[in-house]
């Protein structure tokens, strides 16, 4: 956050119910939060300005993208000079393939969350584009079983 707010209940419930649909009118938000629509566009400004909402964006199904196998990796390497690990951050995160890459404490030193359309797609990318990285010691692939709850719903 940009800037320290302190939110109370009703910036919380504000925030609930963005959440579960980014996209209400300002009327109908201030409607389910019990307000009337001028202080609740002011309360979503002060929040948007505070930085508190980051933005909007629209949830894409990646079955209808052809990327319906995601796949979590959990990446060693073995590299800890400052300009190999930039470089290989950089390099993983222009990937198309990569829709989410964290670095982490302790090990794994990096979490990868692929989207491909396969299990052929998913092999090219860690033969030719992943694995093949000067810095990558070990590669260990989760697949999902089943999803349960994601992207904080």
């Not at 222009?94 to 052929?120: I, Q």
């Amino acid at each position: 956050m940009s800037n320290e707010i302190n939110l109370d209940a009703l910036d919380k419930e504000i925030l609930f119910h963005l959440r579960q649909d980014g996209r209400l009118t300002n009327v109908e938000l201030a409607k389910r939060v019990g307000l009337t629509p001028p202080p609740c566009l002011r309360r979503v400004k002060r929040l948007e300005e505070a930085g508190v909402i980051a933005g909007y964006r629209a949830v894409i199904d990646p079955e209808a993208l052809g990327r319906g196998l995601e796949v979590l990796i959990d990446v060693e390497i073995y590299a800890q000079d400052r300009r190999t690990v930039e470089e290989f951050e950089d390099t993983v995160a222009s990937y198309e393939e990569v829709v989410e890459f964290r670095r982490m404490y302790g090990r794994p030193d990096y979490f990868v969350r692929v989207a491909a359309a396969d299990h052929a797609a998913y092999e090219a990318f860690v033969t030719e584009k992943l694995s093949g990285l000067p810095a990558v010691l070990r590669l260990q692939s989760h697949l999902t079983m089943k999803k349960i709850k994601a992207d904080g719903s």
